[in-house]
């Protein structure tokens, strides 16, 4: 049998904060547009070389590492009662484009060194410890967020939908993974599924990408519920034509329908009610995207979401009424109006907040309850498993822009408090 393990050695041990800012700095070189910014979409080259980075690190750590059939990423350290649901921390290192270094990949290299934390200072877990990579959390590439968490947390839909999914230049799912080198298993998605129970805990360590952790010099952030989040695409086709000599009561410019739905979207998430609703028209397209031919079809992406899953619903209710109302009177046709996802809040554990407090409290460091307004891949976790999050501060709230950054000694903080967490969770 093992002694109780003291903690407190725990709550010495440093972080290798150089070597911790080395593979953040390195891993933002494998991107697809120049520094600062970060482009990384899934399967892409540079997604598979990220990938491979990932790994070795994994493998130095003494993790052993496994990948399922769309490339979620698993790297374990076995506890002495491995028969016991492990514990698992990750995110994700794919980045939308022209975005930010930090995204993501904080939890993702932080829980690897957090595992290298536990190993120096003589841990043992009892539960064994899982970092997992999670496979697209961005939507940028096939338009669904988290793709690879919604499969662990067994998407049926999502398994069906992928068999017929393409990108914008029409290369399927199936082969954009067979590039990255997933080949095996696809015929059959549900081999992702994991079943409700695997793990104990998951807990994801993540950046803010909101300002109020800095603005109250507060080091943690103690997630207690994830927003709810929603994404439409909708199309309209006119019959464009010449822009000069189609004069205006002939016209039904698709464009103009697209640009009344945007602001239709502002109206409707600001008479919500709630300073908490928010929407954004992210994607506008206009075909064929000449000056001087009036648009004969528009393409519209739109991101809504509230913690309040009831009000964020009235919202999508009321666009689908707007844009059916809009092709109406502008006589464009509605060629689609699609709800890609729809998806309910998730509340953190108990378990685990509490167990993260008090790892705060130990560590001596400020902390407060929040909610977190972006999605991550712990609202699916949370699915299988309790889930939790642990914030560090960000400049400004900066995300999804070049300007994204997080100081080495909030990325610290952080990294121990996962640290001490796994360890309580793990000996739970
Ligand atoms: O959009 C989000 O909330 C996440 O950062 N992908
Ligand atoms: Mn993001
Ligand atoms: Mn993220
Ligand atoms: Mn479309």
Same mark, same amino acid.
């Given at each position: ?37 970060v ?60 975005s ?5 990949v ?13 190993k120096?200072?003589?841990?043992k877990?009892?539960?064994?410890l899982?970092?997992?990579?999670f ?33 914008s ?40 990408? /909101?300002?109020? $952790? ?6 943690? @952030?103690?997630?207690? *519920?994830?927003? %709810?989040? =929603?994404?439409? +695409? ?9 822009? /000069?000599?189609? $004069? ?5 410019d698709? @464009?103009?329908?697209? *640009?009344?739905? %945007?602001? =239709?979207?502002? +109206? ?15 994607i506008?397209?206009?075909?064929? @995207? ?15 979401r ?108 952080g990294?121990?408090?996962?640290a ?9």
């Open positions: 049998i093992h002694e109780p393990q003291s903690q407190d050695s725990l709550l010495s041990l440093s972080v290798d904060s150089e070597s911790l800012q080395k593979q953040i700095d390195e891993l933002s070189t494998l991107s697809d547009t120049p520094a600062p910014s482009t990384r979409i899934l399967y892409s080259e540079k997604d598979v070389l990220a990938r491979r980075f990932i790994k070795n690190l994994m493998g130095l750590s003494g993790l052993s590492v496994r990948e399922d059939a769309v490339g979620n990423i698993f790297g374990r350290w076995d506890g002495y009662e491995p028969e016991l649901a492990p514990v698992s921390t990750g995110s994700h290192i794919d980045a939308i484009p022209y930010g270094k930090y995204d993501g904080i939890g993702v290299l932080g829980a690897i060194e957090a595992i290298n934390v536990l120096e200072s003589g841990f877990p009892k539960r064994s899982e970092v997992i990579m496979t697209s959390e961005e939507p940028t590439r096939f338009g669904i967020s988290c793709l690879g968490s919604r499969l662990l947390a067994g998407s049926k839909e999502l398994a069906e939908l992928l068999e017929r999914t393409v990108d230049q029409n290369i399927s799912f199936f082969d954009a993974a067979k590039f990255a080198g997933y080949a095996n298993h696809l015929e059959d998605l549900t081999s992702v599924f994991l079943k409700k129970g695997s793990y104990s805990a998951f807990i994801e360590l993540h950046i803010e990408q /909101g300002p109020i $952790l800095e603005e109250e010099a507060t080091s943690i @952030g103690v997630v207690t *519920a994830i927003a %709810a989040p =929603a994404s439409i +695409k909708v199309d309209f086709e006119g019959n464009g034509g010449h822009a /000069g000599a189609v $004069l205006m009561p002939m016209r039904n698709a @464009g103009l329908a697209a *640009a009344e739905l %945007a602001l =239709a979207v502002e +109206k409707f998430v600001l008479e919500s009610g709630s300073i908490d609703t928010v929407g954004t028209v992210g506008l397209e206009l075909h064929p @995207g000449a000056i001087n031919s009036i648009p004969s079809k528009s393409h519209l992406e739109i991101d809504t509230d913690i309040d899953e009831k009000r964020r619903n009235v919202v999508i209710e009321k666009i689908h009424q707007s844009a059916l109302s809009i092709s109406e009177n502008r006589g464009v046709k509605l060629s689609e109006f699609k709800i890609v996802n729809q998806d309910p809040p998730a509340l953190s554990e108990d378990l685990i907040t509490m167990a993260t407090e008090s790892a705060c409290q130990e560590l001596n460091l400020t902390y407060k309850k929040m909610i977190s307004r972006a999605y991550h891949d712990s609202l699916f976790m949370a699915r299988i498993s309790p889930m939790g999050m642990i914030f560090i501060p960000c400049y400004k709230g900066y995300s999804h822009k070049p300007e994204e950054f997080a100081a080495i000694e909030d990325i610290v903080n990294v121990r408090v996962l001490l967490t796994l360890a309580k969770l793990s000996l739970a």
